[in-house]
């Protein structure tokens, strides 16, 4: 039986400790990908205060919340579907 951590993408990371929350992780390319942009896009977005990241040591994350957040509310070069 598989559990929900052996599941994830390799770049995907969950992390808690936010009033016992889990959210969910994903890595500047992966963010990209769901994001219809190319990763220099999302770290311009990054360097810009539109997209809120979770450093960890030196790797950069998009939490799920915040690439969803962006599809749907609108962030400068963000594809949104519909």
């Known amino acids: 039986m598989q559990t929900s951590m052996e599941t994830l993408h390799w770049q995907e990371v969950l ?38 990241v979770v450093r960890v040591g030196r790797r950069v994350l998009l939490p799920e919340s915040e690439l969803e957040r962006a599809t749907r509310e609108g962030c400068k070069f963000v594809r949104r579907e519909g």
């Open 15 to 52: 992390i808690t400790r936010k009033e016992d929350q889990v959210e969910r992780l994903v890595s500047v390319h992966s963010g990209a990908q769901r994001l219809g942009v190319s990763t220099f896009t999302v770290r311009r977005l990054i360097k810009a205060g539109e997209l809120r």
